[in-house]
Each structure stands twice: as C-alpha cells, then as structure tokens.
C-alpha cells in the first residue's frame, strides 16, 4: 500500500477550500484549459475527510484512513461470511482471497468509503433478514454515501435485487425463492422510498442524484484508463477474478447448500460488474466472499474443546505489532511521492520562475495544483476534462497521435511529463522543442525559438 493515487492531491485542495471558506468549490480555479466551468464535487465529504487527515497527521493520516477504511470493509466481509454459515477459518481464507481480489483499491480513493457503505447496507439486510427490522438505518446512511461517492447506485441496486427476490415463491433446483409477509414488504418498500428521497440530501440536489450517469458519456475516460477497462486474465488481478469464478463453479457442482434467488441474482450482477471494469473487482470480492465462503470446505469443523485462546490472542497480539511496526514513516512516504510525482521539476521551474501555459498528463495535474498553485495545471483526473474534450486532447499529445496539433491549439510554452511517453521522445528529437531539465521522474521542454534551435543541446540540465 501507499500514496499511489494521482487523484489526492486535488482533493485535498478541494478539502483545504471547504475548511477556509466553508463553502464547496463550484467552478473550476485550478487549471487554464477549464478555468471558470462549474464543478458537481460529488465526492465533498471523502475530500473534506481526506483533507482533515493530512492536516492532522500528514501523508500517515491519508495512509491511516484509507487503511482503516480497508480495514472495516474487509472485517464486515468476514462478519457476513460467520453469521452466514461458514467455519472461521473458512471464512478467514475465503476473506483473504476477496482482499487480495479487492487490492485495485488499497489507495486513497473515496470509493473504499462507498464500499464501506455498501458493508454496511448488506449487514443492515442480513439484519433483517434474521430479525425484521434495523432498516431505518438505510435513509441516513444513504444521505451520507452520496456525499461520500457515487457507488451509492450499488447500493439501490442491491436493495432492488432483496425485494425483488422476494416477490415470488419457488424452487429451481439448489435455487431458492421465499416470498416477503405482507409486513416484511411494506418495511422494505419504505426504506426504499425512503432511501430514495434521502438522496436528494445533498448540497448540488438533483444534479448530484443524475450525476453518475454522466459516466456513460465519458468513453474517452474508460477507453485510456487502466481502472475503467475489462479485466485482463494475464493480470494477477485478471487471475484472482478467474479463480473467484471457478470457486464459484466448484460451489455449485459440489456443495449441497442451497442458494437464494437474491444470492444467485447479486453473484451475477457482481460478476459482471467486476469483468467489466477492473475498479469493481474489490465490489465482487465484498458481495462474493459471503456467499462462498459457507460452502467451503477446506478445514475441519470448528471443535470448541480443541480452541487454544491463548494461541489465539498470541497470533492476534502478533499481526497488530506487525502492522504498527511496519506502519510507513512520514519519510518514506514522502520519498514514495517523490519517486512518482515531480516534486523536483517543480522546484526547478520555481527556482527558475518559470511560467507560462504547461502541458502535463493527469497524473501530474493534481500534484500540481496541490503544490505549486501558483502554476495552472493543463489537465487532472476530474471529469470535467472529459467533458470539455480537453482529456482526449491530452491522450493525443502524449501518444504522438495529433502532438503538435495539441501543443499549437492550446498555445503550450512547456512541457512536462514522464520520460517513458512516446512525445517525450518525439520533442528530444524535434528542432522546435528544447529540453531544459530531466530526472528519472519527469523531463521538462521548452517551446524553442526559431533563432535558437541551434543552441539546444546546450542548455540541458541533468539530475
């Protein structure tokens, strides 16, 4: 784990904002290429969090709440797998597996708070389930993940699939249906109705509620980002998500338990979510994990005389010194974010005031705007460069599709990017740009002037 998310830094911006005018960011400030459109900051409550934790503890406080959040996922998901039948160390395997499927997310990232959302929604279900009541819980913890992040849209369709399921009465083989009492129905149809409206608790309203829609217009995004496409079985990750399939298969051929018709439902809807869109896959693990893990097998029933308590406590007194000794210094930290981000460029170019229009890709735009405000990003991961084109235009540049094309229309008098992108190469070796400092995290050119062409090997800097 660590800071590896190019996404923070804009957020904590966003954070910093919200904590010195008490008001959300509306309009675009950050950059020139979006300057002055308006905002829908979807996710305020995971930036203001985001934000209070840096202010707190610094990059350990980011660290430490984002682990946490993994932490409480990941402890509901094997609370879920015991409560639904499984042996504990069943449970505990089989929890495993869906964190190391669910690992695409260990990075501060406002989904991990929705999917701890989602937790929540499937223990107050299998709450009801077992006692007819707890859903009252739902409307207030609805109003707080939308503010959270847009994955609330899981959680109406998981909280669809249980009532749905309900409506009918059958048996399909090892597949079974029971149909909700009249009482247990009109519970969960107002908690939905209920859940709904709640949604609309937030300070952007409708706007807010349609706001993941919007996804569907951004093929651009889903098309060059790593976390928006199918799942690669090359992958590890691609791998863990087949052998999450063949379990499944294996759990249908060899286990006699029977399954739900909102168990079955729920598999399938994560299935494809997750083969989809590699971001879902730590989606499948949470819902996964508790139907499979009760129809495993792998250890021998739990024998209460055999328990040794203080082998127990001694195992548990060892992972939590584990995981305070190995918790990340503010050091190492900030030596992860210099390995990654252009820290040192940054303070080339404010040692050398240099300004002017700067192309960069999205994983350096945050990182600027949070670090050196001063200079205005050409591009970061918000969807609003999506939108306005400007995302695609980046893509373009960076692959040397239409490079000049790009540079000329936004009038670029410097670039900065990682070495390993095809126009790095493309502007070493082209007489309109002169190369004016590199390292091994990111190389900075200069538009050249006609009359100095000539003159640009010699004003290359080298760390």
């Given amino acids: 784990m660590g800071i590896g998310e190019p996404d923070i830094w804009y957020r904590l911006q966003n954070g910093s904002y919200l904590v010195q005018h008490h008001s959300i960011l509306r309009v675009d400030t950050s950059s020139f290429t979006a300057a002055g459109s308006a905002l829908i900051n979807f996710e305020w409550v995971s930036d203001l969090l985001f934000f209070l934790a840096f202010k707190g503890m610094g990059l350990q406080g980011i660290f430490g709440i984002y682990s946490l959040a993994m932490v409480l996922i990941f402890a509901g998901v094997y609370y879920r797998s015991c409560r639904a039948g499984a042996d504990s160390k069943d449970a505990a395997v089989a929890t495993l597996g869906g964190i190391c499927l669910g690992c695409i997310s260990l990075a501060p990232r406002p989904l991990l708070f929705g999917w701890l959302c989602l937790t929540g929604t499937l223990l107050i279900l299998d709450d009801f389930r077992r006692k007819g009541k707890g859903l009252w819980l739902l409307p207030p913890l609805f109003v707080l993940w939308i503010n959270l992040?847009?994955?609330?849209?899981?959680?109406?369709?998981?909280?669809?699939?249980?009532?749905?399921?309900?409506?009918?009465?059958?048996?399909?083989?090892?597949?079974?249906?029971?149909?909700?009492?009249?009482?247990?129905?009109?519970?969960?149809?107002?908690?939905?109705?209920?859940?709904?409206?709640?949604?609309?608790?937030?300070?952007?309203?409708?706007?807010?509620?349609?706001?993941?829609?919007?996804?569907?217009?951004?093929?651009?995004?889903?098309?060059?980002?790593?976390?928006?496409?199918?799942?690669?079985?090359?992958?590890?990750?691609?791998?863990?998500?087949?052998?999450?399939?063949?379990?499944?298969?294996?759990?249908?051929?060899?286990?006699?338990?029977?399954?739900?018709?909102?168990?079955?439902?729920?598999?399938?809807?994560?299935?494809?979510?997750?083969?989809?869109?590699?971001?879902?896959?730590?989606?499948?693990?949470?819902?996964?994990?508790?139907?499979?893990?009760?129809?495993?097998?792998?250890?021998?029933?739990?024998?209460?005389?055999?328990?040794?308590?203080?082998?127990?406590?001694?195992?548990?007194?060892?992972?939590?010194?584990?995981?305070?000794?190995?918790?990340?210094?503010?050091?190492?930290?900030?030596?992860?974010?210099?390995?990654?981000?252009?820290?040192?460029?940054?303070?080339?170019?404010?040692?050398?005031?240099?300004?002017?229009?700067?192309?960069?890709?999205?994983?350096?735009?945050?990182?600027?705007?949070?670090?050196?405000?001063?200079?205005?990003?050409?591009?970061?991961?918000?969807a609003i460069f999506v939108e306005n084109g400007v995302f695609i235009d980046s893509i373009s540049a960076l692959t040397i599709r239409e490079p000049f094309k790009v540079l000329d229309k936004y009038r670029i008098d410097y670039i900065l990017i990682e070495p390993t992108w095809p126009l790095a190469y493309l502007l070493e070796h082209s007489s309109g740009w002169r190369l004016i400092y590199s390292d091994r995290v990111a190389v900075l050119f200069e538009r050249a002037p006609p009359t100095a062409a000539s003159a640009m090997s010699s004003k290359v800097q080298s760390n």
């Avoid at 055999?306 to 060892?318: R, T």
Wanted: overall charge positive; cysteine-free; proline content about 5%.
């Fill in 149 to 382: 992040h847009g994955s609330w849209t899981f959680g109406m369709v998981v909280l669809t699939v249980t009532i749905v399921s309900g409506l009918t009465e059958g048996k399909w083989g090892l597949v079974v249906a029971h149909r909700w009492t009249r009482i247990q129905l009109r519970k969960l149809l107002l908690a939905f109705a209920a859940s709904s409206s709640a949604l609309f608790i937030n300070p952007f309203g409708y706007k807010l509620v349609v706001f993941p829609l919007s996804f569907l217009r951004m093929q651009g995004l889903m098309q060059f980002s790593e976390y928006w496409r199918p799942v690669d079985f090359s992958t590890w990750n691609g791998k863990l998500a087949l052998g999450m399939i063949f379990s499944l298969l294996a759990a249908a051929l060899f286990s006699r338990r029977r399954w739900r018709l909102d168990e079955v439902l729920l598999v399938a809807f994560a299935l494809w979510s997750a083969l989809s869109h590699v971001r879902f896959l730590d989606f499948a693990a949470i819902v996964i994990v508790p139907i499979l893990a009760p129809r495993l097998r792998l250890f021998p029933p739990y024998q209460r005389e055999m328990d040794k308590p203080w082998l127990n406590a001694g195992i548990m007194a060892v992972v939590v010194a584990s995981l305070i000794f190995f918790f990340p210094s503010a050091t190492q930290l900030w030596q992860r974010v210099d390995s990654e981000y252009p820290a040192a460029a940054l303070d080339y170019m404010h040692r050398h005031q240099i300004s002017g229009r700067i192309f960069s890709p999205d994983e350096f735009g945050g990182f600027i705007e949070w670090n050196a405000p001063e200079v205005k990003s050409f591009v970061d991961g918000r």
